[in-house]
C-alpha cells in the first residue's frame, strides 16, 4: 500500500497513478467502449453514469482559476498528456485557462442522493464585478465540506464550511466572505470531481 501523509501528498499519488492510466489508455486502439467497461468488471449502466460525470469537451463547468476560487466556463479540449482541460471563461477572462482534472467539475445539478456530511462540494460565495478590457464580471465559488444535511418540507438543505482557508493560500477578504455556507439546495451546490471519473475522461 501506498503511504499517503497529507492532502498534497494524495493529490500528487493520484496524479502519478492517472497518468500511467492515461498513458495505458492511450496504446488502446479502442479508448472507452462500454464493451471494454464491461470485460473490466463494470457493468454498462455504472459505466455510463461514471462517464456522465466527468466533464467532456463542450461541457459547461465549474473551475479553478486561481487561489483556490472557481467560476464558470466551457472545455475547449482535453490534454491526456498531463492530464488537463483547456477552457474559455464564461467572463472571457484570459487567464487561468488550463486546469488539471481534479479541479474542474460538471455545472449541472446533482440529485439530493449524490452526496452527504463529510463529502466535497462547490459553492456559491460573492459575486465580482467586470474588469475593464479582462472580464465581465460573475458569481464566484469555492471549495467546501458538508457538514449537517436538514429536510424540511421534502426538500434537503446542506450546509458546511470552506475547506480551504489563508494558510492554503486562499484569497478570503473578498466582499461576502464567511468561513460557513447555510441551507443551500442542489440547485446551488456542485459536486466536486472524483478521481474515479478521470478514467472516463475522452
Same mark, same amino acid.
Given at each position: 500500500?501506498? =503511504?499517503?501523509? +497529507?492532502?498534497?501528498?494524495?493529490?500528487?499519488?493520484?496524479?502519478?497513478?492517472? *497518468?500511467?492510466?492515461?498513458? /495505458?489508455?492511450?496504446? *488502446?486502439? #479502442? *479508448?472507452?467502449?462500454?464493451?471494454?467497461? =464491461?470485460?473490466? @468488471?463494470? +457493468?454498462?449502466?455504472?459505466?455510463?453514469?461514471?462517464?456522465?460525470?466527468?466533464?467532456?469537451? @463542450?461541457?459547461?463547468?465549474?473551475?479553478?482559476?486561481?487561489?483556490?476560487?472557481? /467560476?464558470?466556463?466551457?472545455? &475547449?479540449?482535453?490534454?491526456?498528456?498531463? %492530464?488537463?482541460?483547456?477552457?474559455? !471563461?464564461?467572463?472571457?477572462?484570459?487567464?487561468?485557462?488550463?486546469?488539471?482534472?481534479?479541479?474542474?467539475? &460538471?455545472?449541472?445539478?446533482?440529485? =439530493?442522493?449524490?452526496?452527504?456530511?463529510?463529502?466535497?462540494?462547490?459553492?456559491?460565495?460573492? *459575486?465580482?464585478?467586470?474588469?475593464?478590457?479582462?472580464?465581465?464580471?460573475? %458569481?464566484?465559488?469555492? =471549495?467546501?465540506?458538508? #457538514? +449537517?444535511?436538514?429536510?424540511? #418540507? @421534502?426538500?434537503?438543505?446542506? +450546509?458546511?464550511?470552506?475547506?480551504?482557508?489563508?494558510?492554503?493560500?486562499? !484569497?478570503?477578504?473578498?466582499?461576502?466572505?464567511?468561513?460557513?455556507?447555510?441551507? %443551500?439546495?442542489?440547485?446551488? &451546490?456542485?459536486?466536486?470531481?472524483?478521481?474515479?471519473?478521470?478514467? /472516463? &475522461?475522452?
Amino acid at each position: 500500500m501506498m =503511504e499517503v501523509s +497529507s492532502q498534497g501528498n494524495l493529490d500528487s499519488k493520484m496524479e502519478e497513478i492517472f *497518468s500511467r492510466i492515461a498513458e /495505458f489508455v492511450g496504446k *488502446s486502439d #479502442d *479508448s472507452g467502449s462500454l464493451a471494454e467497461s =464491461e470485460e473490466e @468488471g463494470i +457493468s454498462g449502466d455504472a459505466a455510463t453514469a461514471i462517464r456522465s460525470r466527468a466533464p467532456q469537451v @463542450g461541457d459547461h463547468v465549474i473551475s479553478h482559476h486561481f487561489r483556490h476560487a472557481y /467560476f464558470t466556463a466551457t472545455i &475547449l479540449s482535453f490534454d491526456k498528456d498531463d %492530464m488537463s482541460y483547456h477552457i474559455q !471563461w464564461d467572463d472571457g477572462d484570459p487567464t487561468g485557462r488550463n486546469p488539471k482534472y481534479n479541479q474542474v467539475a &460538471l455545472n449541472i445539478e446533482p440529485d =439530493e442522493d449524490d452526496f452527504g456530511v463529510g463529502e466535497s462540494v462547490f459553492f456559491p460565495q460573492g *459575486s465580482y464585478g467586470a474588469t475593464d478590457g479582462n472580464n465581465t464580471g460573475g %458569481m464566484r465559488y469555492h =471549495e467546501g465540506i458538508v #457538514d +449537517s444535511v436538514v429536510e424540511r #418540507d @421534502g426538500v434537503k438543505y446542506f +450546509s458546511g464550511h470552506h475547506s480551504k482557508g489563508e494558510d492554503d493560500g486562499k !484569497w478570503v477578504t473578498f466582499r461576502g466572505y464567511q468561513y460557513e455556507f447555510k441551507d %443551500m439546495t442542489t440547485k446551488q &451546490l456542485r459536486i466536486a470531481p472524483n478521481a474515479m471519473d478521470a478514467l /472516463f &475522461l475522452a
